[in-house]
Each structure stands twice: as C-alpha cells, then as structure tokens.
C-alpha cells in the first residue's frame, strides 16, 4: 500500500535533498542552457519571453455511425452533425531571479461529442504553475503541471500521468492530446549535470474519483488527476556518444510500484530508433475498468462477479520504433507495441458476444470497459503498429499534412486520420480531418460506433 500523504512528503524531502548535494557538486559547471527540458510549456515559462497566445476556434463535425454492431450500445444513433467553438489561452510571464509563471485553459462548448462522454460545456485549467531556474542546475515546477515522459510517439509506457487527461476529443493525433491535456497538481524538481539529471515528482491525492458520466464540466477537476497519492522518480544518465537512457520508478496509492526505461539513439543524420518499456503488477484493462465502475458508482456491485480472476499480475509493455526526417519538411514515425495486458484474440472475441471472463455480461458494461479504456488512455490491443507522417509546406507555405494510422496487428482493424492545416494569414487558419474507424465487424475498430467522421475547424488569433 501507498504511504499516506505525510510519508510521501518526508520521502520526497529526502529525495530533494539528494538532489540538492548533487547541485552543490556540479553547480561551478552548468550553463543555464543547458536546464532546458522536454517539456515545451514549461520550457516556455522558464527560458522565453513573457507573451499571451489566444485564439479562438469554430467548428463543425459530421459524424457517421455504424447501424449494425455485435455489441449493441444504447448510445447508438444515426449520422449526426456536431458544432463546436473554444477559446483558447496560453499566458507566461518571467521574473527576477529565475522565477516564471505559466497559466493554459480552455472553455469550449460542443453540440455533441466524438466520444459520447465528454461534456458539452466545459472549462479546463490546463496548467497554473510557478517555476524556478537557477545557475545551479536546480529548477523546480509546482501547481497543475502537464509532466509527459516518454521518447515515443504513439503510446508512451513511461507516461504515467496521462490517465483520464484528455481534453480535446476531437482529434486522436498523440501529439495533440500529450501537448493539450489536464496537467497534474505537483511539486516536480528537477537537477541537471554534466553527466545526467535527476527528477523527483510528487502528486497528493486531493479528491476522491468520480464516475465517467459524472465527469466535472468547470472547475479544477481534481477528481481527474489527483484522485490518489503519486510518486515519480527519473534518472537519465549521459554515457556519451549520443546515448542517455533514462529510468524511472513510479508509485501510487493502492498499487505495486512500476518501472521504466527508455533509450533513444541517432542512425546517421537523419534517422532515429528508440524503444520505451514499462513494467508493473497491474489488471487487465477489463478488470480495471470494473472496478473503477464499481468503486464510483456507475456500476453495481454484481459486476464484481465479471472479474477475470487474474488479479494483478506482473505484465511489460514495451515500444520499439524509429524515426525518419528529411533534408525538407517530411518526417515519418512507425512503432510496433507489445502490451502483455491486452486483449487476445479469444478474449476480444467475448467481447462481441458480451461476455467478459466467459461470463455472460450486458452490452452496456462492454462499452464502459471500453470507454474507460479510451478515457484512461489504456491499449487494449495486444500488439499494434503506429504510423504517423508529417509533411509540411507542401506546395505552399501555409499547407500541412499529418496522417496517421493505430493498426491492431492481430485482427488487422485500424483507426486512421488524415489532416489538412493551411495557414491564411499570420493570425488565421483552417484545418480539416477526416477520421474513420475500419476492420470487421467482429475487430477492435471495426466494432466502433463510429465508422467515420469529418471535421471542419477555423482558428482565429488574437492580438
């Protein structure tokens, strides 16, 4: 079990101070430039200039469903047309002595929503922290802080702070929904040396966890990201000639502590593998998602008796992929992930017969699982492929192109998106995406409600 809350803090004040002998040792020779961090956001606040960006976005989505399911959803419904309009805001401002500022939000109001759950009015804090930098190598984050980890692209094993964060569903491009997400209250510090870096990240359990209809449409939403205590520790050490793994150990109330790793290394001047791996005691997404259901509320006590069982179990996932840009604007990713957690093939055959475990289950309870699954930013898939290519300015200086495709290599059924982005002018812009959700009827994606959808989105800077 987790510590309470007063153990965390003595174990993290530990783990600070190791951090801080280590910047007494290294403090003579770190440049400030060299403090910089993954993160851009709180790059930002840290290293840039003060500025606001705003915008405005307008939009509409004609989505078309799937009338014949073999798990019948009592969200089911024809083609619809959904419209959509958000403000968006990103401020920063710098202070003396290394100190930064960093506020993101986003209210939005939808006509109806790719994923059903989603509320139609909504006002998301994104971030609010404070930040330090110093010329020890010593910075430190606290507030709501969106902390990604992860080299790779499509699903990130070592993101362990991605659960129920998804602000944006109108979009399925990871980049999108890492960068635009629910940040975390924490306190996050960070050393950097010449021969690696040090992190320590700790997030108190402020509220209990709600139900997946009952998601908060206003407010901190804390019930969201801070429903249990969680502790991050990361290491990257630098060996030189391009290669710095990183390692990190995570835990959170309630569960065993999981493990992690990553390594990125350079091929030549432009190509990149890598490979990201986590492992833990951890339930079937199913059992999971039962669970929750369960202990929120959403559903009854009998569904227990749906469990598979299995309990927690040790179970690996790993990423293994590579990257390719050229001397232009086009790059590509692919990415082969393995999830021992996932569904096999007899398993995601139940689940079109409602049945979990061998048990008979109603339909309804299929889709929560699945639901959560998504929410939760959970594979189900055993093994699959992620491709995504980026092809910028094409023919103009404003056109871009981004399509990507989550294949599930055991059914071969795949989600795919395809975008369109053209640059007006300096302050205006329109994008169009088409989604679409194919395979069998019997097939992970091919089972989706949605068999396609088209959006259609014009954004507006402010001054």
């Known amino acids: 079990m987790m510590p309470n809350a007063k153990h965390l803090l003595l174990a993290t004040v530990a783990v600070l101070a190791s951090i801080q002998v280590a910047a007494q040792e290294d403090s003579q020779r770190i440049p400030v430039d060299a403090l910089r961090t993954p993160d851009e956001k709180t790059d930002a606040a840290a290293t840039q200039p003060a500025g606001t960006t705003a915008y405005v976005e307008v939009g509409m989505d004609a989505v078309m469903n799937r009338q014949q399911m073999p798990a019948p959803s009592s969200r089911s419904g024809g083609d619809r047309i959904n419209t959509r309009a958000a403000f968006d805001l990103r401020a920063q401002q710098r202070f003396g002595n290394g100190f930064g500022l960093y506020l993101s939000g986003r209210a939005s109001a939808t006509g109806g929503s790719l994923d059903d759950r989603t509320p139609?009015?909504?006002?998301?804090?994104?971030e609010a922290l404070l930040s330090r930098v110093d010329g020890d190598g010593l910075a430190w984050k606290v507030g709501r802080v969106n902390l990604r980890n992860g080299v790779a692209l499509?699903?990130?094993?070592?993101?362990?702070?991605?659960?129920?964060?998804?602000?944006?569903?109108?979009?399925?491009?990871?980049?999108?929904?890492?960068?635009?997400?629910?940040?975390?209250?924490?306190?996050?510090?960070?050393?950097?040396?010449?021969?690696?870096?040090?992190?320590?990240?700790?997030?108190?359990?402020?509220?209990?966890?709600?139900?997946?209809?009952?998601?908060?449409?206003?407010?901190?939403?804390?019930?969201?990201?801070?429903?249990?205590?969680?502790?991050?520790?990361?290491a990257v050490r630098d060996l030189g000639?391009?290669?710095?793994?990183?390692?990190?150990?995570?835990?959170?109330?309630?569960?065993?502590?999981?493990?992690?790793?990553?390594?990125?290394?350079?091929?030549?001047?432009?190509?990149?593998?890598?490979?990201?791996?986590?492992?833990?005691?951890?339930?079937?997404?199913?059992?999971?998602?039962?669970?929750?259901?369960?202990?929120?509320?959403?559903?009854?006590?009998?569904?227990?008796?749906?469990?598979?069982?299995?309990?927690?179990?040790m179970a690996q996932e790993l990423v293994v992929g590579g990257s390719w840009a050229s001397t232009g604007n086009f790059s590509v990713n692919l990415e082969f992930l393995f999830n021992?957690?996932?569904?096999?093939?007899?398993?995601?055959?139940?689940?079109?017969?409602?049945?979990?475990?061998?048990?008979?289950?109603?339909?309804?309870?299929?889709?929560?699982?699945?639901?959560?699954?998504?929410?939760?930013?959970e594979p189900l898939a055993r093994r699959s492929v992620f491709v995504r290519a980026q092809w910028d300015n094409i023919w103009s200086?404003?056109?871009?192109?981004?399509?990507?495709?989550?294949?599930?290599?055991?059914?071969?059924?795949?989600?795919?998106?395809?975008?369109?982005?053209?640059?007006?002018?300096?302050?205006?812009?329109?994008?169009?995406?088409?989604?679409?959700?194919?395979?069998?009827?019997?097939?992970?994606?091919?089972?989706?409600?949605?068999?396609?959808?088209?959006?259609?989105?014009?954004?507006?800077?402010?001054?």
């Open 120 to 126: 139609g009015k909504r006002l998301d804090l994104r």
């Open 397 to 463: 200086r404003g056109l871009s192109l981004v399509a990507l495709g989550n294949i599930n290599a055991d059914d071969r059924s795949a989600l795919y998106q395809l975008s369109l982005d053209y640059r007006l002018d300096a302050t205006q812009r329109i994008r169009a995406t088409w989604q679409t959700n194919a395979g069998r009827s019997d097939s992970q994606y091919g089972s989706v409600r949605m068999r396609q959808a088209f959006t259609l989105t014009y954004v507006a800077y402010l001054p």
């Open 154 to 234: 499509g699903y990130n094993p070592t993101d362990f702070f991605r659960a129920n964060t998804i602000v944006d569903t109108s979009t399925r491009d990871p980049v999108s929904l890492r960068e635009s997400r629910l940040g975390t209250f924490m306190l996050d510090v960070q050393h950097i040396g010449e021969s690696g870096s040090l992190q320590a990240a700790i997030a108190p359990r402020i509220t209990k966890a709600i139900g997946l209809d009952n998601q908060p449409s206003a407010g901190l939403a804390a019930s969201r990201t801070n429903a249990s205590h969680r502790l991050l520790l990361r």
């Open 340 to 377: 021992q957690n996932g569904l096999s093939r007899r398993e995601w055959k139940e689940l079109f017969h409602s049945r979990i475990a061998g048990q008979s289950a109603p339909s309804g309870l299929i889709w929560y699982a699945r639901d959560h699954a998504s929410l939760f930013q």
């Open 241 to 313: 000639a391009d290669f710095s793994p990183e390692f990190l150990l995570f835990k959170e109330s309630g569960r065993a502590p999981r493990i992690g790793a990553s390594i990125t290394r350079s091929i030549g001047q432009q190509a990149t593998w890598y490979a990201e791996w986590a492992a833990g005691k951890r339930e079937r997404p199913i059992d999971a998602a039962i669970r929750y259901g369960v202990a929120t509320g959403d559903l009854p006590e009998s569904g227990l008796r749906l469990l598979s069982g299995a309990g927690r179990r």
